[in-house]
């Protein structure tokens, strides 16, 4: 009986491989010493269970309640704890790997794995690599050590032998490598033609250096050492060595290769969502023309119609041209030339001047006529001259003047609009047409460009952008994918 009065299940060193306990009430159940293999416990309460020393293989948890459980020194190989609730579960000295899978044999996951086939192939590796390099030591200690100049003739020739077999087999599987790949489909047959070509091919090499260089050392090393066994050993007992390199130095190309290429495809997808963010940012913050602005300007249209009709036809047409300007263009079309965007400042300042009359003096200029033919972020300027209009001239009982000037000076390209009106004050907070011009610039320039206010030596807002972030600019047009 548990604390609440309630029956303890006790299953203590029991086999239950492949039972359904789903959605059962086992709180406080006793399952240590058990195999448990392939059990479902999904939505199980389990709160308080002893699952000690238990074989949970491929056992599933799915949502259930684990609190408190114990869970220590048993085998958890792929298990499934999706939705489980393990606060306060003990997990002490348990093995949480997944199971070794051919299909997904790789060097990551050589790495990765902690099973038994993991540490297998890690202690094989480890062995092969040791074993390895302690003949390079005994055979250098040899010749350095020997006294007996036959057999430091014999042994320099045999490292010599091995290092340009080694030297050869490397660049020969390198030169295979792209032939490999691009005309066998099957990874075994790959390591199966490579085995053959390095074999025979290095055979070839061993035997040309043997005929070469060896024959006098070998023949009076075996006159002097007739009893040593190792003269004995068939000449294919030499040839693993170069086979396993080989397809040791293909398999971990091709592995490098794998990675390199996830990565990189990783890289391109982050890439191009940054893009699309930027996108989707920019859309937002294509300018739109102001409502406010819509109204005035159809009001002043009404009041028109029957006191000066000719005037409201010019007010109507301009405005229908502006819109034309707005909404003619694709949206996904970020940049367009200066000369554009004075045509539509120059547009727009004649529909205010109709309204404000003889209040509005405007005047554009630009210091040289190449300029205008550069690429600069659209609706970047009609929401600066917005802002002088509604912060300045609107302000104004006497006749205002905005003045529009394009210049560059020390490789940065300005755009100025002046006016008249009262200066900006200390505390002024953007408002959404300057903040969206503000983004756009970060969002297309970075740190390559800046909005400033000024009220010395006289009322400014100024955008400058460095002429060389420009000039990219209009080199890379489809930066931003459409």
Same mark, same amino acid.
């Given at each position: 009986?548990?604390?609440?009065?309630?029956?303890?299940?006790?299953?203590?060193?029991?086999?239950?491989?492949?039972?359904?306990?789903?959605?059962?009430?086992?709180?406080?159940?006793?399952?240590?010493?058990?195999?448990?293999?392939?059990?479902?416990?999904?939505?199980?309460?389990?709160?308080?269970?002893?699952?000690?020393?238990?074989?949970?293989?491929?056992?599933?948890?799915?949502?259930?309640?684990?609190?408190?459980?114990?869970?220590?020194?048993?085998?958890?190989?792929?298990?499934?704890?999706?939705?489980?609730?393990?606060?306060?579960?003990?997990?002490?000295?348990?093995?949480?790997?997944?199971?070794?899978?051919?299909?997904?044999?790789?060097?990551?996951?050589?790495?990765?794995?902690?099973?038994?086939?993991?540490?297998?192939?890690?202690?094989?590796?480890?062995?092969?690599?040791? %074993?390895?390099?302690?003949?390079?030591? %005994?055979?250098?200690?040899?010749?350095?050590?020997?006294?007996?100049?036959?057999?430091?003739?014999?042994?320099?020739?045999?490292?010599?032998?091995?290092?340009?077999?080694?030297?050869?087999?490397?660049?020969?599987?390198?030169?295979?490598?792209?032939?490999?790949?691009?005309?066998?489909?099957?990874?075994?047959?790959?390591?199966?033609?490579?085995?053959?070509?390095?074999?025979?091919?290095?055979?070839?090499?061993?035997?040309?250096?043997?005929?070469?260089?060896?024959?006098?050392?070998?023949?009076?090393?075996?006159?002097? %050492?007739?009893?040593?066994?190792?003269?004995?050993?068939?000449?294919?007992?030499?040839?693993?060595?170069?086979?396993?390199?080989?397809?040791?130095?293909?398999?971990?190309?091709?592995?490098?290769?794998?990675?390199?290429?996830?990565?990189?495809?990783?890289?391109?997808?982050?890439?191009?969502?940054?893009?699309?963010?930027?996108?989707?940012?920019?859309?937002?913050?294509?300018?739109?023309?102001?409502?406010?602005?819509?109204?005035?300007?159809?009001?002043?249209?009404?009041?028109?119609?029957?006191?000066?009709?000719?005037?409201?036809?010019?007010?109507?047409?301009?405005?229908?041209?502006?819109?034309?300007?707005?909404?003619?263009?694709?949206?996904?079309?970020?940049?367009?030339?200066?000369?554009?965007?004075?045509?539509?400042?120059?547009?727009?300042?004649?529909?205010?001047?109709?309204?404000?009359?003889?209040?509005?003096?405007?005047?554009?200029?630009?210091?040289?006529?190449?300029?205008? $033919?550069?690429?600069?972020?659209?609706?970047?300027?009609?929401?600066?001259?917005?802002?002088?209009?509604?912060?300045?001239?609107?302000?104004?009982?006497?006749?205002?003047?905005?003045?529009?000037?394009?210049?560059?000076?020390?490789?940065?390209?300005?755009?100025?609009?002046?006016?008249?009106?009262?200066?900006?004050?200390?505390?002024?907070?953007?408002? %959404?047409?300057?903040?969206?011009?503000?983004?756009?610039?970060?969002?297309?320039?970075?740190?390559?460009?800046?909005?400033?206010?000024?009220? $010395?030596?006289?009322?400014?807002?100024?955008?400058?952008?460095?002429?060389?972030?420009?000039?990219?600019?209009?080199?890379?047009?489809?930066?931003?994918?459409?």
């Amino acid at each position: 009986m548990d604390d609440k009065g309630r029956k303890r299940l006790r299953m203590t060193a029991s086999s239950l491989d492949g039972r359904d306990f789903s959605n059962m009430d086992l709180e406080n159940a006793d399952f240590s010493f058990s195999s448990l293999k392939d059990i479902n416990f999904d939505g199980a309460n389990l709160r308080n269970a002893k699952l000690r020393f238990s074989a949970l293989d491929r056992t599933t948890f799915r949502n259930s309640d684990l609190r408190n459980a114990d869970l220590s020194f048993s085998s958890l190989t792929d298990v499934d704890l999706t939705g489980a609730k393990v606060e306060g579960a003990n997990f002490s000295f348990t093995s949480q790997e997944k199971s070794f899978n051919w299909r997904e044999f790789s060097l990551i996951g050589i790495i990765q794995n902690q099973g038994w086939m993991g540490t297998l192939v890690a202690v094989i590796l480890g062995a092969t690599i040791l %074993y390895g390099i302690n003949a390079i030591a %005994y055979f250098t200690a040899e010749i350095y050590f020997t006294d007996e100049p036959v057999r430091i003739k014999l042994y320099q020739y045999l490292v010599s032998q091995n290092v340009t077999a080694g030297v050869f087999t490397i660049l020969l599987t390198q030169g295979l490598t792209l032939w490999l790949d691009v005309f066998i489909k099957r990874a075994f047959v790959k390591h199966l033609i490579l085995s053959v070509i390095v074999l025979v091919f290095n055979n070839l090499l061993s035997m040309a250096i043997y005929f070469m260089f060896g024959v006098s050392l070998v023949s009076n090393y075996r006159a002097m %050492y007739p009893n040593e066994s190792a003269q004995n050993a068939p000449w294919y007992w030499y040839m693993w060595g170069p086979i396993v390199v080989a397809n040791v130095f293909y398999f971990l190309s091709r592995e490098g290769k794998q990675i390199s290429r996830k990565i990189s495809d990783q890289e391109y997808q982050l890439l191009n969502l940054e893009k699309l963010k930027t996108r989707a940012e920019l859309d937002a913050l294509q300018a739109r023309i102001n409502p406010h602005f819509l109204y005035n300007s159809l009001n002043s249209i009404a009041s028109l119609v029957h006191e000066d009709p000719d005037k409201a036809e010019e007010m109507t047409l301009l405005l229908s041209k502006l819109f034309r300007y707005t909404t003619g263009r694709k949206t996904n079309d970020y940049f367009d030339t200066i000369n554009n965007e004075l045509e539509m400042v120059a547009t727009y300042l004649q529909v205010e001047k109709v309204r404000f009359g003889d209040r509005l003096k405007f005047t554009v200029e630009v210091t040289d006529p190449a300029l205008k $033919e550069l690429q600069v972020p659209k609706f970047i300027l009609q929401p600066i001259v917005e802002n002088a209009i509604k912060h300045g001239i609107s302000k104004m009982a006497e006749q205002g003047e905005i003045i529009v000037m394009i210049y560059e000076k020390d490789e940065w390209l300005h755009l100025c609009v002046h006016d008249n009106g009262p200066g900006f004050p200390d505390t002024m907070g953007a408002g %959404y047409g300057m903040r969206s011009v503000q983004d756009k610039l970060k969002l297309l320039y970075g740190d390559e460009a800046r909005l400033e206010l000024h009220n $010395e030596p006289r009322k400014s807002v100024n955008i400058s952008i460095q002429r060389t972030a420009i000039e990219h600019n209009n080199q890379s047009t489809h930066a931003i994918p459409s």
